[in-house]
């Protein structure tokens, strides 16, 4: 597993390729092929599409890991949080 990096996030954007926050965690997540593990909480589900797709970087190729996300519950602003979900499933071929 994973150690807990704490900061602020960079200025750059992890959609675009280079650097990802997710790396570190999808890396982990390759080392244990077909375990789901919570990967992030976040206010837009659409994390879960990023990683399937291999809109992140780290995430390619896409098909490579399956992600879900559920609804977790709501800020104080009444903003939805999500649970993002991901597994390693392998290259496809």
């Known amino acids: 597993m994973t150690d807990v990096e704490w900061g602020d996030p960079p200025p750059t954007n992890a959609r ?5 926050v997710l790396g570190p ?6 080392e244990k092929p077909g375990q789901w593990a919570k990967v992030a909480s976040s206010t837009t589900s659409d ?3 990023g990683i399937k797709t291999g809109r992140y970087v780290d995430a390619r ?7 879900t996300s559920r609804l977790a519950g709501r800020t104080d602003r ?3 949080m999500y649970d993002v979900y991901a597994r390693y499933v392998g290259e496809p071929s």
Not at 16 to 20: A, I, L, N, P
Not at 25 to 30: C, F, H
Not at 61 to 67: D, N, S
């Open 61 to 67: 190729p896409a098909g490579a890991f399956e992600a």
């Open 78 to 80: 009444g903003t939805a």
């Open 25 to 30: 965690i999808l890396k982990a997540l390759r």
């Open 47 to 49: 994390m879960a599409g």
């Open 16 to 20: 675009s390729g280079g650097y990802s």
